[in-house]
């Protein structure tokens, strides 16, 4: 069982940068692709990035391309989202997300997800 808790949330301004983390609860965070998707209110859940399991790959959605960053440091067993220039329009709960494949961009391959972090942008 993987227990995925995100954290680095929180309140900015439009254009301002925030970093979230996702500690992971196993030893083996290296056998997992991992993700970050995002639901807006009334909206559903969509992907933002994805990272293979030893980071050599990574994938972004088209939205966001050039501005964010997905690293991990599987020997903190850890997850990281980079958040530059952010929009009012994704404020929304940031998920992170571990999947069995190498690395997945569909919301269907991530068999285990985080509580989610709250982040609001203002304009």
């Known amino acids: 069982q993987v227990q995925l808790v995100e954290s680095g949330g929180g309140l900015v301004q439009a254009g301002a940068s925030l970093r979230l983390s996702c500690a992971a609860s196993i030893r083996t965070l290296n056998i997992y692709g991992m993700g970050w998707f995002r639901q807006a209110p009334g909206k559903e859940r969509e992907f933002v990035a994805a990272?293979?399991?030893?980071?050599?790959?990574?994938f972004y959605s088209d939205s966001v391309k050039g501005r964010f960053t997905i690293s991990r440091d599987n020997a903190k067993n850890t997850v990281y989202l980079q958040m530059n220039n952010l929009k009012p329009e994704e404020t929304a709960i940031y998920y992170c997300?571990?999947?069995?494949?190498?690395?997945?961009?569909?919301?269907?391959?991530?068999?285990?997800w985080g509580q989610g972090t709250q982040v609001t942008v203002s304009s």
């Open positions: 990272i293979s399991r030893t980071g050599t790959d990574t």
């Open positions: 997300a571990a999947s069995r494949q190498v690395i997945a961009i569909n919301r269907s391959a991530y068999g285990y």
